[in-house]
């Protein structure tokens, strides 16, 4: 049976220790380090995230910021109060929360926000900074996936990892963190010839692709690390992983499970991008 790798756990002793520096930062600066999350529009998913980050800020003692537009907001009007946001020395985050309505084109809202205050990590300078290994943010739900493995004891260096999935977001700045860890990394996504042969031979898989289930038990070598970053709901209401767990828990040696895996680190690594955007603005 595969040891279970629990995002939940892990998240709240990172958040504990961001609580702790933030306080001491507080201390020596008189400075609160602080997040400004803009939603456009009324998109339910989105909604819940927003107020999941909220939250996440005052559990850690950090400022939430909470900017709600309506869907009719312009991209010069967004683009005026990211101006704002950036040159408020109050804010050292900011975040636009994905998607856009689609009159708002998402490349030129993201290449707006200061690549001093971009927590999210997507803004091309800060993209640019982990290829070639120099950052100060790493995109949240990779570096989540890392400090998990790094909880768990898996050692990258020298093995084989698969990243199934090749999201600006997940896929790809997570396959350069692997290979920053001296893994061996092949990037797979929906061109890739004979994926089962790819996957089957990882000692470490990621999977983003967000395919209900997509992921069995023939495509995954015995023993093998396995993290499932797809969140799926199916029409009976359940939630799922892009990874079936029934059929391939019993043949790995550790899972994360769905929900309660990844996606509890993704806004933990944002709450740490926020502390270290503050420390270095200072």
């Not at 982990?130 to 020298?158: M, N, Q, R, W």
């Not at 015995?222 to 029409?235: M, P, Q, T």
């Amino acid at each position: 049976m595969a040891e279970l790798i629990s995002g939940k756990v892990v998240s709240e002793k990172v958040r504990l220790q961001i609580a702790e520096d933030v306080k001491s930062f507080a201390k020596e600066t008189g400075k609160v380090p602080g997040l400004a999350v803009i939603l456009v529009g009324n998109d339910p998913a989105s909604s819940v995230y927003v107020r999941n980050k909220h939250k996440a800020c005052l559990q850690v003692g950090i400022t939430s910021y909470q900017i709600e537009l309506p869907e009719s907001t312009t991209e010069e009007e967004l683009l005026e109060r990211i101006d704002a946001l950036n040159a408020d020395e109050k804010v050292n985050g900011i975040l636009v929360q994905l998607p856009l309505p689609k009159h708002i084109l998402e490349d030129k809202i993201i290449n707006r926000i200061s690549p001093k205050k971009d927590v999210d990590a997507f803004h091309p300078e800060n993209v640019g900074r982990i290829v070639i290994g120099g950052y100060d943010f790493l995109p949240c739900t990779p570096a989540g996936i890392v400090e998990l493995l790094d909880h768990y004891k898996v050692d990258i260096s020298g093995k084989s990892c698969a990243v199934v999935g090749r999201s600006n977001i997940v896929g790809k700045p997570m396959a350069l963190l692997l290979t920053e860890r001296n893994g061996t990394v092949t990037l797979c996504h929906s061109r890739t010839k004979d994926l089962a042969s790819i996957t089957s031979s990882a000692d470490i898989l990621v999977v983003a692709i967000g395919k209900p289930e997509f992921l069995t038990a023939n495509m995954v070598k015995e023993g093998a690390v396995v993290i499932d970053v797809g969140i799926n709901r199916l029409a009976d209401g359940r939630l799922v992983g892009d990874v079936k767990f029934d059929e391939v828990e019993p043949k790995v040696s550790k899972i994360t499970p769905v929900p309660g895996g990844v996606g509890p680190m993704t806004i933990t690594m944002l709450l740490k991008n926020t502390l270290t955007a503050a420390k270095k603005q200072l």
